[in-house]
């Protein structure tokens, strides 16, 4: 490909990341307006959110494999066009049922789609420096739609009406359609390890279904309420039988080998510690700054734009940090920014303004966007030939997972912190800086053993291994890399009402 296609094809997977981290995250401040609009019970609002998430992490290992099997070309442009006219729906839907069903069909889109964006990136670009440079590029698009989408979603359904929070994706879709037809190239894996594992697509999609549905409905159910129990019995059996599966196959859908490696196994742990902190914190922290502070949803969604502008930054510079001073440095760097910038935000009270904020968001958006693009890029070159979708959907899918685990863990520390408190008879805004304080060092303590995991796993002795292990997942692999190795590659006490970065 020329640099022009490649540089236009990135473009085109940075727009359809931005468009999914758009919609995730511009809903969560429209959600009492859709309520009043559609005479929706508590319930249904729910499953608004909780019907996308479900769909969507359950599918992502699915998603990665077809477009692996299939074509990743082919599965983004399925993808996209899945969401962009389910968002068409959505933003038309006069009822909560059709709402609803859009939402988890926009779920499925995604699962399509955000597995084929990491791995096109990584066929397209073939160069190193380019592409840790386009993954920096793609990372720091995504903060972006982190950052405007709270704004937006205030804007728009305060002022103008909320079905255009979904119909914002259609140009978005239709552009992104135009740049990828003639600039996104096929890719796909080997024919010999192009078939699809029917079992182990079956046992993975009922595994992170059960997990996803017993995170999200465990608050209101009950953790030891019979439903609960029996969705997480489902999803142990699931995952034994996904394990056995895979050990057994001769075309795996996951290559339980590629875990030897400690740039991917490290890599996906350091993910999943991220995404553990930053996904509960950021929804706690806009709890904090409504119900303490007094925000509007508006203001509160202004306070994070600072934040993400700096994973914005952070991100594309992670790069050139990580060729001075190595990857596993870069990252190990950026979660020490981020316990340092949660540690500050654990020392703030009520009746604080912007000025009082912005250190530690500061801080803490820059040790976030620093680390995501090593540890991505670490992972992915990681994954052998004819893997990068499953790869990709790997990463998204521990991220999902571990987001919303750091959800309910968080909520549950809160909660029970703020029950102590209030039973001793502290005022309610006390109670909750108790347990909001509580939450922030429970994520502070789980970032710095990140520190630590992603400085030990991470390190370059580990990448001599690499060639070894690419031959024994795929032996044709070990051949091919003689001569051109390509590496494929509302109310927050509730985990549905987190939706992903």
Known sequence: MTARARWWALTAV?????????????????????????????????????????VFAGLLLVGGRIADVYGRRRVFLTGLAIFTLSSLTAGLAGSGGVLIGARAVQGLGAALLTPATLAIITHTFTDVRERTTAIGIWGAIGALGLAIGPVLGGVISQHIHWGWIFLINVPIGVLTFALAIPFVAESRAQEQTR?????GLVTSAVMLFALTYALIEGHDSGWT??????????????????????ARSAQ???PLPIFRSSHFSGGIATM???????????????LYLQDILGFSPTKAGLAFVPMAL???????????????IGSHRTVSLGMLLMVVGLTLFARLGGGIGYGSLMPGFLVFGLGGGLMTVPVTNSALEAA????????SALINASREVAGLLGVTVIGAVLSAREGVALRTGA?????????????????????????????????????ARHEDLATTLVPEAGRASETARVPEQTRVLRAQDVTPL
């Open 225 to 246: 309420s019979p439903v609960i129990i029996a969705a997480f019995a489902t999803s142990a059996v699931a995952a034994a039988l996904f394990l056995a599966v895979e």
């Open 310 to 324: 700096c994973i914005a930054l952070a991100a594309t510079l992670a790069p050139r940090v990580a060729a001075v």
């Open 252 to 254: 795996p859908m996951v």
């Open 427 to 463: 005022p309610s805004h006390s109670a909750f800086l108790d347990g909001y304080h509580l939450g922030l060092w429970v994520a502070i303590a789980l970032l710095a053993v990140g520190v630590v995991v992603s400085y030990v796993t991470l390190r370059p002795r580990a990448a």
């Open 14 to 54: 940075s727009l359809a990341t931005l468009m999914t981290y758009l919609d995730n995250n511009i809903i969560n401040v429209a959600i009492p307006t859709i309520q009043r609009s559609l005479h929706l019970s508590v319930t249904g609002l729910e499953w608004i959110v909780s019907s996308y998430l479900l």
């Open 384 to 391: 052998p030939d004819g893997h990068a979708g499953i790869a």
């Open 195 to 199: 078939r699809l594992d029917i079992p």
């Open 272 to 286: 999943m510690i991220w995404a553990f902190g930053i996904f509960g914190i950021y929804f706690y922290t806009s």
